[in-house]
């Protein structure tokens, strides 16, 4: 049995009578991959925080080599070596690779003379400690998403790191980044280091972890050694449940289409794209970050203006210049960046989920309905099982997960005829996503047609009645219903995006989505 290094002892925190933590207790040992598990809102970023010393527990203690603090401060965490790698990095974008990675540790150490030659050595041993080539003047702001997620593991273990927190890091990054990533921290744990790893993705957790705790509304459920678990019981320890994610049959009766693409192009973004969506229809969209999926989904919301082709909505030639236009054609998109797409943090549950029906809501005055407001909100947050303390909670105090079932829902009130949705689960727990398709399943039910764009081949399968692989900005394979019923469909699809040079030709496989 490995020694421990940190044990956090009966920690709870509360916001507004709402226990963030309730009583828990988890030990890091020395030189192991701990994962933490558990729905939206669970409490594993309020955990992670109070280890860091940014967040201080109502009660609890802290153990770090047999000293027990009541809180810390950001600055004695570091001390002890924890190490916090956030969603955002939190790096310097204007500054270079050196920088960001020396910086931390001179501004701890109060050096004042800038010193190049050591500046330049301490961040080269860094790279080399995880074998990363980096130009070490290269400025953050230039580097690919997957490069500064490496900058910043190469900050904390600049700042000789013990333990190093990685809230999520896997979010923005292509399957080929996200295994040398693991790799990489594999490789730190053998050196010794201690690392917690916060994921919602199934495989990465199995594949990554010694131990999983597991968070489940603010309680741990339990400790477990990743080979008494699988995903299925993990799924439960996790909800509660046995969740499920059923198959979508679409069941509309109107095949009149509702939006056909025909040899849309914009240069150097996507060309010859040409595809039918019918109500009814929920149509995938695969492809790696970089195959041009999100620049057509812009374009078909008025964000990426178009270079040629035709657009047809109800078999009517139609223009989509702006975000006006796509939304007066009953379009509505679920952006792949929520946070800066998405979101006014500042204001309430109510006023953002409300913010895109703001005319629906005006009263003769001019006056918003107040009441009205509120009862929208409140039958969004029911449906979509949005954690919050209620629908006037600042958004910004909802967890990551909850905060995208907000934006999710903000839509959804403008009743939209055609949903564009851009990877809507990245960051969502196994819970909610099997309320999220139930509600795209609902809403397709109910005559609206959809566009799902994801990575997760699980998610197509389980909720798309066709389907169109993407690749370098090109169709590559499209997929009508009763081939994505066939049994061999998800090794045929994993096969064609593993070597999209070698598939059928374009126009036949787009016969079968419906292209007429
Ligand atoms: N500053 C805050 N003010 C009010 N409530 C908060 C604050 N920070 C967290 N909470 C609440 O505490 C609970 C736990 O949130 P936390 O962010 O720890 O969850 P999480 O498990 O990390 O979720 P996710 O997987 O969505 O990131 C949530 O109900 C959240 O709304």
Request: charged letters at 25%.
């Given at each position: 049995m490995l020694p421990p290094i940190i044990s956090a002892k009966n920690i709870t925190k509360s916001y507004m009578g709402v226990k963030a933590l309730d009583d828990v207790s988890v030990t890091i040992n020395l030189g192991e991959i701990l994962c933490l598990a558990g729905e939206?809102?669970?409490?594993k970023s309020t955990f992670v925080k109070t280890i860091a010393g940014v967040v201080t527990p109502d009660s609890g203690e802290i153990l770090f080599d047999d000293t027990s603090y009541r809180k810390l401060t950001p600055i004695q965490a570091i001390d002890m070596g924890v190490q916090v790698i956030y969603q955002d990095l939190s790096l310097f974008p204007h500054m270079s690779v050196a920088e960001n990675i020396v910086m931390n540790r001179m501004v701890a150490t109060r050096k004042r003379l800038v010193n190049w030659k050591e500046i330049n050595r301490i961040a080269e041993e860094q790279l080399q400690r995880i074998q990363l080539s980096l130009d070490?003047?290269?400025?953050?702001?230039?580097?690919s998403v997957a490069n500064r997620q490496l900058v910043a593991i190469c900050r904390a273990l600049s700042q000789n790191a013990k333990v190093l927190f990685m809230d999520e890091?896997?979010?923005?990054?292509?399957k080929k980044e996200v295994d040398r990533l693991l790799s990489i921290v594999m490789d730190l744990k053998a050196k010794g280091l201690s690392v917690v790893f916060i994921s919602h993705k199934f495989d990465e957790i199995f594949e990554i972890s010694d131990q999983i705790t597991i968070f489940r509304e603010g309680k741990k459920t339990g400790d477990y050694a990743v080979q008494d678990l699988d995903h299925k019981s993990l799924s439960f320890h996790m909800t509660g449940r046995q969740v499920e994610f059923p198959r979508y049959k679409r069941i509309a009766k109107d095949d009149t289409p509702l939006l056909e693409v025909r040899n849309l192009k914009k240069s150097g973004h996507y060309e010859n794209i040409n595809f039918t969506v019918r109500r009814g229809d929920i149509l995938g969209i695969i492809g790696l970050l970089g195959s041009g999926r999100t620049e057509l989904a812009l374009s078909l919301f008025g964000l990426n203006p178009i270079d040629s082709g035709e657009i047809r909505i109800k078999g009517k030639p139609s223009k989509i210049a702006s975000p006006a236009d796509a939304v007066g054609h009953g379009i509505a998109l679920l952006p792949e960046d929520r946070h800066s797409q998405g979101l006014f943090m500042k204001q309430s549950v109510k006023e953002n989920i409300s913010s895109t029906i703001h005319d629906q809501l005006k009263m003769t005055a001019g006056f918003i309905d107040r009441a009205k407001q509120t009862e929208v909100a409140a039958n969004y947050v029911s449906k979509l099982r949005i954690r919050t303390h209620?629908?006037?909670?600042?958004?910004?105090?909802?967890?990551g997960g909850n905060q995208q079932k907000a934006v999710i829902a903000k839509w959804v009130v403008t009743n939209p005829e055609l949903f564009i949705l851009d990877?809507?689960?990245?960051?969502?727990?196994i819970g909610s996503k099997s309320e999220i398709y139930e509600q795209i399943h609902s809403f397709t039910a109910e005559n609206m047609g959809v566009i799902l764009i994801s990575d997760e081949l699980d998610e197509i399968m389980a909720n798309c009645n066709k389907l169109l692989i993407m690749y370098d900005g090109r169709i590559v394979e499209a997929l009508s219903e009763e081939e994505l019923e066939k049994s061999d469909a998800r090794e045929y699809i994993l096969r064609v995006m593993s070597s999209p040079g070698q598939t059928s030709d374009q126009a036949n496989s787009q016969e079968k989505v419906g292209v007429s």
């Amino acid at each position: 049995m490995l020694p421990p290094i940190i044990s956090a002892k009966n920690i709870t925190k509360s916001y507004m009578g709402v226990k963030a933590l309730d009583d828990v207790s988890v030990t890091i040992n020395l030189g192991e991959i701990l994962c933490l598990a558990g729905e939206n809102g669970s409490g594993k970023s309020t955990f992670v925080k109070t280890i860091a010393g940014v967040v201080t527990p109502d009660s609890g203690e802290i153990l770090f080599d047999d000293t027990s603090y009541r809180k810390l401060t950001p600055i004695q965490a570091i001390d002890m070596g924890v190490q916090v790698i956030y969603q955002d990095l939190s790096l310097f974008p204007h500054m270079s690779v050196a920088e960001n990675i020396v910086m931390n540790r001179m501004v701890a150490t109060r050096k004042r003379l800038v010193n190049w030659k050591e500046i330049n050595r301490i961040a080269e041993e860094q790279l080399q400690r995880i074998q990363l080539s980096l130009d070490l003047r290269a400025s953050v702001e230039s580097l690919s998403v997957a490069n500064r997620q490496l900058v910043a593991i190469c900050r904390a273990l600049s700042q000789n790191a013990k333990v190093l927190f990685m809230d999520e890091p896997t979010t923005a990054l292509t399957k080929k980044e996200v295994d040398r990533l693991l790799s990489i921290v594999m490789d730190l744990k053998a050196k010794g280091l201690s690392v917690v790893f916060i994921s919602h993705k199934f495989d990465e957790i199995f594949e990554i972890s010694d131990q999983i705790t597991i968070f489940r509304e603010g309680k741990k459920t339990g400790d477990y050694a990743v080979q008494d678990l699988d995903h299925k019981s993990l799924s439960f320890h996790m909800t509660g449940r046995q969740v499920e994610f059923p198959r979508y049959k679409r069941i509309a009766k109107d095949d009149t289409p509702l939006l056909e693409v025909r040899n849309l192009k914009k240069s150097g973004h996507y060309e010859n794209i040409n595809f039918t969506v019918r109500r009814g229809d929920i149509l995938g969209i695969i492809g790696l970050l970089g195959s041009g999926r999100t620049e057509l989904a812009l374009s078909l919301f008025g964000l990426n203006p178009i270079d040629s082709g035709e657009i047809r909505i109800k078999g009517k030639p139609s223009k989509i210049a702006s975000p006006a236009d796509a939304v007066g054609h009953g379009i509505a998109l679920l952006p792949e960046d929520r946070h800066s797409q998405g979101l006014f943090m500042k204001q309430s549950v109510k006023e953002n989920i409300s913010s895109t029906i703001h005319d629906q809501l005006k009263m003769t005055a001019g006056f918003i309905d107040r009441a009205k407001q509120t009862e929208v909100a409140a039958n969004y947050v029911s449906k979509l099982r949005i954690r919050t303390h209620d629908v006037d909670t600042p958004i910004r105090n909802l967890s990551g997960g909850n905060q995208q079932k907000a934006v999710i829902a903000k839509w959804v009130v403008t009743n939209p005829e055609l949903f564009i949705l851009d990877t809507p689960t990245v960051g969502i727990d196994i819970g909610s996503k099997s309320e999220i398709y139930e509600q795209i399943h609902s809403f397709t039910a109910e005559n609206m047609g959809v566009i799902l764009i994801s990575d997760e081949l699980d998610e197509i399968m389980a909720n798309c009645n066709k389907l169109l692989i993407m690749y370098d900005g090109r169709i590559v394979e499209a997929l009508s219903e009763e081939e994505l019923e066939k049994s061999d469909a998800r090794e045929y699809i994993l096969r064609v995006m593993s070597s999209p040079g070698q598939t059928s030709d374009q126009a036949n496989s787009q016969e079968k989505v419906g292209v007429s």
